[in-house]
């Protein structure tokens, strides 16, 4: 069984644009390690005539050297070190003409970290590309890298020599739960229970990089112990790379990831500013990539606007180191393990879950049968106040809503419970307290249904009778 779970979509997009009948360049990007690299090799396989990787924090000198050791082995020639980057992109053209085909294909990977300071990378590389219109043979050039601000802003959205000359951008999304469990008992044979793939989710995230290196033969809780905490875990600093790949100022970045970290439910500009130092276009900056990379979820309800917006960790990799790796002293290789069902993983595991959920709310919309409805996602929260008429309000906050265009909300609450879950008194006044302040604060009119997300479901009782529609975990598996 090959190993390229999902991505059909993606991989028609390759195919197309490679069978095309002409020159097209094609940028694939995505989270670091989310399998790009992979992705492009697979499709292209042997049809690909060149390839080179980047070198993270090289100089240019050393880029090109190496580049040009790719480009001897692919002639069998001794060329020595282009003078910069338009000689390497011109010896680059003169070997795809010497092949004599009627198509040649290009891969360069780790594109970003190619364009080093004062290097005209992007320059050379325009012109290489640009130039190619007078040439008889088609090119395909495919692209890719994981420094996505780069690739969104010099590359994709580059308003000099590469404006409007890309033939298409393709983003490339962590799996989904279903296609993590395919390909962990698929492909891996790991033969775990659906709670366990929730649970490698809720670590790992949909990181095909990291749910590769999971050993079938340990349990999931030992894997976690060997890949995080036992001597020279090798994802044990992979936190501290993921950054300093992704961004060159990693410094603000950690002070904001960081910030929400501590902050699960989120935090507005303002009180990021205030935990952070940070303010003005630094802080717009770093906000804007880190939603464009994928660690943080930003909403506003349609009321508060702009100015309720609230900054939200998504990550689920990120979210466990910081609460789990980062002050690990070293000294028990069995942490996960011991740590068991503690207070502070059921913690986690509460917030883990909901972000679970808010990556797959196409899942959770088709559970629903809604699949079809227009819908807006979004979540609400209001402080403690007391209203017009002298009434003394708590305040609270609804993690997601489903806005319906059918005249119809639903208000989720996502619950973590390793059996059926059973609604109290309080949560039952604490909902319904809640749900008469979103409607008054909204002035909505519309449907509102109490919706609980669980793992099993909700237990018959007393109080059930408050839930309108449930979705539970295997709900969350579909395709």
């Excluded at 005539?49 to 050297?65: A, K």
């Excluded at 990378?121 to 088609?138: D, I, M, T």
């Excluded at 033969?191 to 079938?216: K, S």
């Excluded at 606007?305 to 002050?327: C, I, N, S």
Aim: with cysteine; charged share 25%; net charge neutral.
């Amino acid at each position: 069984m090959s190993k390229l779970v999902g991505r059909e979509k993606e991989i028609k997009l390759l195919k197309r644009y490679y069978q095309s009948e002409k020159s097209e360049l094609v940028a694939v990007y995505g989270r670091r390690r989310v399998g790009k690299t992979y992705l492009i090799r697979e499709t292209l396989g042997d049809e690909i005539d060149f390839e080179f990787t980047g070198l993270y924090r090289e100089p240019g000198h050393v880029q090109r050297d190496q580049f040009q050791k790719e480009l001897n082995a692919y002639t069998s020639c001794d060329a020595g070190i282009p003078s910069d980057w338009f000689e390497a992109f011109d010896r680059l053209r003169i070997y795809l003409l010497s092949l004599h085909k009627e198509c040649v294909t290009v891969f360069l990977d780790e594109l970003p970290w190619m364009d080093t300071v004062n290097s005209g990378f992007l320059s050379a590389f325009s012109r290489f590309w640009n130039a190619w219109g007078k040439e008889k043979v088609r090119l395909k050039l495919f692209v890719c890298g994981s420094a996505t601000t780069w690739m969104l802003d010099r590359l994709i959205g580059d308003k000099g020599g590469l404006y409007g000359r890309l033939s298409r951008s393709i983003y490339l999304a962590p799996f989904t739960l279903h296609e993590v469990e395919v390909f962990l008992n698929g492909v891996k044979q790991m033969n775990y229970e659906r709670h366990q793939l929730l649970q490698a989710y809720m670590i790992f995230g949909g990181i095909p990089y990291y749910l590769e290196m999971l050993d079938p033969e340990l349990a999931l809780s030992v894997n976690v112990d060997t890949l995080f905490f036992a001597e020279n875990a090798p994802l044990r600093t992979e936190y501290d790379f993921l950054f300093r790949s992704l961004f060159s100022d990693s410094l603000n970045y950690h002070k904001v990831i960081e910030a929400l970290s501590v902050r699960l439910k989120g935090l507005t500009r303002e009180e990021i500013s205030s935990h952070t130092g940070l303010s003005g276009g630094p802080l717009s900056k770093t906000l804007e990539n880190l939603n464009k990379c994928d660690f943080l979820r930003v909403y506003a309800d349609p009321v508060k606007k702009e100015r309720g917006k609230v900054y939200q960790l998504t990550d689920m990799f990120t979210l466990f180191h910081l609460r789990f790796v980062e002050h690990h002293d070293g000294q028990d290789p069995s942490f996960w393990t011991h740590l068991g069902q503690s207070g502070v993983i059921n913690a986690w595991q509460g917030y883990a879950f909901e972000q679970v959920c808010l990556h797959h709310i196409a899942q959770m919309k088709h559970a629903l049968g809604i699949s079809g409805i227009l819908s807006n996602a979004y979540a609400w929260n209001c402080k403690s106040h007391v209203d017009r008429d002298g009434v003394q309000w708590k305040g609270g906050q609804i993690d997601l809503i489903l806005d319906r265009s059918d005249q119809v909300m639903n208000l989720c609450e996502m619950k973590y419970s390793q059996s059926e879950y059973i609604i109290s008194k309080a949560l039952m006044e604490s909902i319904r307290e809640r749900t008469e302040l979103f409607r008054r604060e909204q002035k909505t009119k519309k449907n509102l249904r109490c919706t609980f997300v669980t793992l099993y479901g909700i237990k018959p009782g007393k109080y059930s009778a408050l839930v309108d529609s449930q979705i539970t975990m295997n709900d969350l598996f579909h395709e």
